[in-house]
């Protein structure tokens, strides 16, 4: 059983940070994709960044490149999403996911496990 837990949700101003942490467990990850989606209310879940195990292979959407930094640490299975300057459309609850792909994919579709997900609220 995969077990994926998300923490670092907050509330934040517009232009502030924040740092999202996914750490994930019961299985060997070794060679998996780990992406982070989110879900605003009234839409639908969308690929914000995806990092593949050799972190040679990063994706970001448009809405976040620039501002947001995936990372992760093989040795904790563990995936970060650091998010600066944040905007108030970046309001959403953020899903950690793995995929047992080689090479990052945007379809949430292709990806196998799902955190419960952490709330993110920028205020403007």
């Known amino acids: 059983q995969v077990e994926l837990v998300e923490s670092g949700g907050g509330l934040v101003q517009a232009g502030g940070s924040l740092r999202l942490s996914c750490a994930a467990s019961?299985?060997?990850?070794?060679?998996?994709?780990m992406g982070w989606f989110r879900q605003a209310p009234g839409k639908e879940r969308e690929f914000v960044a995806g990092?593949?195990?050799?972190?040679?292979?990063?994706l970001y959407s448009d809405s976040v490149k620039g501002r947001f930094t995936i990372s992760r640490d093989n040795a904790k299975n563990s995936v970060y999403l650091q998010m600066n300057s944040l905007k108030s459309e970046d309001t959403a609850v953020y899903y950690c996911a793995l995929s047992t792909l080689v090479l990052v994919t945007t379809d949430s579709l292709r990806y196998n496990y799902w955190g419960q997900g952490t709330q993110v609220t920028v205020s403007s």
């Open positions: 019961g299985r060997r990850f070794s060679g998996y994709v």
């Open positions: 990092i593949s195990w050799s972190y040679g292979n990063r």
